[in-house]
């Protein structure tokens, strides 16, 4: 429980923090709008966050006939969660990396990058889906959108506090107050968010490792996963930082100090609490098997070119570094 104990009480501070700069720059009426309009835009993104952030990667749905042992792997996977099958999607980006998107269980989807295929055997791959399949069980989505929706309100007030506090001004704090209340609350309000976000990749990380019982495996995962990060760009992150938080690891570079409010914990920091997990658990890899030994990756259409993700009928061409289990 000590996730979502520390869950609670962040979203519980950030809700306390909506009331104090409400009260002081907003007054009731101030709070009512702000938090009304945020709820209607963050839900509205909830509502289609799916079809919204696969559009923005141009992800390509895949079936079991696409990529026949990884369909089997996420499905036996989400049985063990007890969840229904999820959409599978790939992107084609050299990163690897993935996330999980959708507004409940039911309506969720997986998106794996094509490079995390190429450069992860078959345990840390498994140890990657069941971290975005322990995302859609814990029902983070939701959860950021709360967060989300007081932080929007929040930044709301302090742009528009003296407009919302109306004739009240006079009986509110003094300017330089409200000058320092409307300056800091937002940036509060983002530690808060982000302090959220990391608290949920921790509980997904624990969700995860009792999924596929190897905590072992997604430690090795995250490390390959921290390394590709450093030395692939992920063009499409760096133009839509705002989705960072929905993959298992930071896809931004850090050129522009953009772990500065970062929504990942420390990627050292999560494999020592796995490996800590992985001697708890008796230190032994439980490891994940694919039955046939079919292979992992999709074949791609011809019209991205040939490779080694292309379809039979054209010669592939070599491949720029070593193909591994997925190639």
């Known amino acids: 429980m000590g996730g979502y104990l520390r869950t609670t009480v962040l979203l519980a501070a950030m809700t306390a923090l909506f009331v104090a700069v409400g009260g002081l720059l907003g007054g009731r009426g101030g709070m009512v709008v702000a938090l009304g309009v945020a709820c209607v835009t963050n839900l509205f993104a909830w509502w289609g966050s799916d079809r919204m952030v696969l559009r923005m990667y141009n992800a390509r749905p895949i079936g079991p006939h696409d990529a026949p042992a990884l369909w089997r792997m996420t499905e036996a996977m989400a049985a063990r969660a007890g969840l229904p099958m999820p959409a599978l999607y790939l992107i084609h980006e050299r990163q690897p990396n993935a996330f999980a998107t959708g507004r409940n269980p039911q309506n969720a989807a997986v998106a794996v990058n094509t490079g995390l295929l190429e450069l992860m055997p078959e345990e840390e791959v498994a140890g990657v889906i069941a971290h975005e399949l322990a995302h859609i069980r814990n029902r983070d989505t939701l959860i950021m959108t709360v967060t989300a929706c007081l932080a929007g309100a929040i930044g709301m007030l302090a742009q528009f506090g003296w407009l919302f506090g109306g004739r009240d001004r006079e009986r509110g704090p ?35 490792a009792e999924i596929t019982g190897n905590p072992a495996g997604l430690a090795h995962a995250l490390m390959r996963l921290e390394q590709g990060r450093s030395v692939f760009l992920n063009p499409e992150a760096e133009a839509n930082p705002a989705t960072a938080h929905m993959f298992i690891v930071n896809p931004l570079s850090g050129a522009r100090l953009d772990g500065l409010f970062s929504t990942h914990p420390r990627t050292e920091n999560r494999v020592a609490a796995l490996m800590e997990m992985a001697q708890r658990m008796g230190g032994g890899r439980g490891g994940w098997s694919v039955p046939g030994g079919a292979p992992m990756a999709p074949a791609m259409p011809q019209a991205r070119g040939a490779g080694p993700w292309s379809r039979g009928g054209a010669r592939p061409a070599p491949p720029r570094r070593p193909r591994g289990p997925w190639g």
């Open 174 to 208: 003094g300017p330089v107050v409200g000058l320092l209340v409307m300056l800091l609350a937002p940036m509060a309000a983002a530690i808060v968010q982000m302090a959220v976000s990391r608290s949920r990749e921790y509980e997904a990380d624990r969700g995860a």
